[in-house]
Structure formats: structure tokens, C-alpha cells
């Protein structure tokens, strides 16, 4: 069971120091129902799957990296600096490509109900 219990503790940790994850897991959950209301294929929705997810790992290890570089000096530092802006960078490369995605897959499901 502990290892249950350490990841567990580590969703709180992260719900608690980071809202991006928070609107991320919101803006999965919306994707997720816009696909059950367009009846996404099965294709789609590993595509689906895989952009949310691919979004919310980058975002857990941006925080990891942020706590990190903040055990290692409380001084401002210009690698600590580019440390935590690149695992931002990841998280921006990650919402890009799912948005992406997303235009690909949903755009011809919202065209048809426009005509």
C-alpha cells in the first residue's frame, strides 16, 4: 500500500503548490467530455489520451524541478533560472502540441454542426 500512499501524496503536494495543474486536469476534463459528446473514434482518443496525459506529466515534472532547484540554493542563480524556464518551455511544447491535437480532431466534428 505505501506505494500508493507516496504517489497520493505527491497529487496533493502538486494541487497544492501548482493551479496550472489544477486548469489542466479541468481542461482535460472538458476534452474528455467534448469527445464522448462527438464520439470520438478510437483512434482519436488515443490521440486524445496521450495529448492530456502528455501535458500533465510535463507539468508534475516541472513542479519537480522547481522543488528541486529551490532545495538546492534559495539564492537567485542564472542556471537555477534556466533550469526552471526550460521545464516551463516542456510544458508550453506539451500544451502546443495537444492543442494541436486538438484543433486536428475537433475541428471537422464542430464544422459539422455548423452546417
Given amino acids: 500500500m505505501k506505494r500508493f500512499i507516496y ?4 497529487f496533493f503536494t502538486l494541487l497544492k503548490k501548482d493551479r496550472n ?3 489542466h ?3 482535460g ?13 478510437t483512434l482519436e482518443w488515443l490521440f486524445v489520451i496521450i495529448a492530456i496525459f502528455t501535458v500533465l ?4 515534472l516541472n513542479t519537480s524541478v ?5 532545495l538546492v540554493t534559495e539564492d537567485y542563480h542564472e542556471l537555477a533560472k534556466h533550469a526552471k524556464d ?11 502540441m495537444s492543442a494541436v491535437i486538438g484543433l486536428i480532431i475537433f475541428i471537422p466534428y464542430i464544422l459539422m454542426l455548423v452546417d
Fill in 7 to 10: 504517489p497520493l501524496q505527491g
Fill in 25 to 27: 486536469l479541468i481542461a
Fill in 66 to 70: 522547481e522543488y528541486v532547484v529551490d
Fill in 57 to 60: 506529466v510535463a507539468e508534475v
Fill in 29 to 41: 476534463f472538458l476534452v474528455v467530455l467534448a469527445g464522448l459528446f462527438f464520439r470520438l473514434t
Fill in 86 to 96: 526550460t521545464a516551463a518551455f516542456a510544458v508550453v511544447l506539451a500544451s502546443l
Fill in 21 to 23: 495543474f489544477i486548469l
